[in-house]
């Protein structure tokens, strides 16, 4: 992939609406250039929006700051979605033969298509992988039927939906924001991809993404992704709790939590010790007996979701966490004594392919950002032009030297602004060639053989912004006519 795109991801999430940009360079490492992020609590809850126009206004408030830093117009952007409607479902299909026939590619496609044609009432099917087949109603399964003969064939498919109006509720947001969606993301499957190995995958996993409202919990298994609930509980419960409980401001919480964590599971802490707060002395056992009740609850949650997977015994490579919540001291012993039966987990704070720091406020560590920086490692279309003399400019002296200048004219005596034009002439006939292959089902993403996927949050996207004003008028003449009944 070239280095020279501009990739720009926006995250909705509990407690902040974060956008970055940056350059994917050739080893496939993330260069970060930018970073932006506002609260966003009183629009946002378990990842849903609930107030539009603020949620749209915060939109716009992180993308002119990304433009300020970059001294550019940022003209289009990836979205990462994880909200508590988020969910897989598994569907089958049966496919069955007059008599003994060869399983052809033909086959796989219509039974492939004809899942991706279920409705679901209230929700949307965003992703769509095939799982195992099983031939002749017996025992055993194959993830690649063709050749096969049979009388009869079963598929199963992985599919993931998001409530519709969660989903719609997004794609407005953007347009009263008057901000292009490029393509949108599952955020803990990107998220699995930059941190999950293949082994991971294959062994079985459960990547548990410990948020501020919502904990999400992905199970793997063979290579394929099992189950996903979003389970409706985060860290900020912890701080709402603290602060309620101890009388305190929430900021106050959030420091307590972040300081002392679990900090009766650490042997060598001496509990009996107190700290002043407000005037009255607390001490450090109560501090985190009220963050130990409450992780208790939410890891019982994770641990009862794992286990409605039907995966929880054969997860040999255990637990990742990731997440803000994950760096809750102690919290991976919290796991390991509440869930003895698996591995100690590990936490998952950046990719693994790499990041380099260009953005200096940008909080390094913390893992509440991986989601946003594993949705601009897939974007592959560039989303603004740069202007690298302003980006120099404002560089130190020092750093200023270290920047190597292109020629004004290359090799061939072509102007910098010649060659500009036509990289994007030759990026716009590319798009137009990628289109006609498309064309036939815009946004899949498949793969030849038993195992195919797709994603179709592009092509909704992109009937949702055609449909405008329309949906909400729509939806307000429908709520007129039952008043009137």
Not at 347 to 376: F, H, Y
Request: one cysteine or more.
């Amino acid at each position: 992939m070239e280095n020279d795109k501009t990739i720009v991801a926006i995250e909705l999430g509990s407690s902040k609406i974060s956008g970055v940009a940056g350059q994917i360079q050739y080893d496939g490492s993330l260069r970060v250039m930018a970073y932006a992020s506002v609260p966003s609590s009183a629009c946002i809850r378990h990842g849903a929006v609930y107030n539009l126009d603020k949620t749209a206004n915060a939109i716009v408030e992180v993308v002119e700051r990304l433009n300020g830093i970059l001294s550019t117009r940022i003209e289009k952007v990836y979205v990462g979605y994880n909200a508590k409607g988020l969910k897989s479902v598994i569907s089958r299909v049966e496919h069955q033969f007059d008599d003994e026939t060869v399983v052809s590619q033909e086959v796989i496609d219509d039974m492939f298509q004809q899942c991706s044609e279920i409705e679901y009432e209230g929700y949307v099917n965003l992703f769509q992988e095939s799982q195992e087949y099983v031939v002749d109603h017996m025992r055993g399964t194959e993830t690649d039927p063709m050749g096969v003969a049979c009388r009869s064939l079963e598929g199963s498919y992985l599919n993931i939906l998001l409530r519709k109006q969660v989903a719609d509720y997004i794609a407005q947001c953007f347009r009263m924001a008057q901000v292009e969606i490029v393509d949108g993301y599952v955020a803990p499957m990107v998220q699995a991809d930059a941190v999950l190995s293949d082994d991971d995958r294959q062994q079985g996993c459960a990547l548990v993404d410990y948020g501020a409202d919502t904990t999400t919990v992905s199970v793997y298994k063979n290579g394929m992704l099992r189950y996903l609930r979003v389970i409706p509980l985060g860290s900020a419960l912890i701080t709402r709790d603290l602060s309620a409980i101890l009388k305190i401001e929430p900021e106050q919480a959030e420091q307590l939590k972040c300081t002392y964590g679990l900090c009766n599971l650490i042997g060598s802490q001496d509990n009996e010790e107190t700290i002043l707060l407000n005037d009255r002395k607390v001490s450090l056992n109560e501090i985190g007996e009220i963050i130990e009740a409450r992780n208790e609850e939410i890891i019982r949650n994770v641990n009862t979701q794992i286990k409605a997977s039907g995966y929880s015994d054969v997860l040999y490579a255990g637990i990742v966490l990731t997440g803000g919540g994950s760096q809750l001291r102690q919290l991976d012993q919290a796991f390991k004594d509440m869930m003895p039966s698996m591995r100690q987990p590990r936490i998952a704070t950046e990719p693994e392919c790499g990041v380099i720091w260009n953005e200096p406020r940008w909080k390094r560590g913390d893992g509440s950002q991986l989601a946003l920086l594993s949705v601009m490692a897939k974007g592959d279309e560039n989303c603004c032009e740069l202007k690298p003399m302003d980006e120099i400019d404002k560089m130190a002296p020092e750093d200023q030297n270290k920047v190597i200048q292109q020629s004004l004219f290359t090799e061939e005596g072509e102007s910098a602004q010649e060659e500009r034009d036509r990289k994007e002439q030759e990026e716009r006939m590319q798009a137009v060639e990628a289109a006609a292959a498309t064309k036939e089902d815009e946004g899949n993403k498949e793969q030849q053989g038993g195992v195919k996927k797709k994603s179709v949050f592009k092509r909704w996207i992109d009937n949702f912004m055609t449909m405008g004003e329309d949906f909400f008028d729509d939806k307000e003449d429908k709520n007129e006519k039952k008043t009137e009944n």
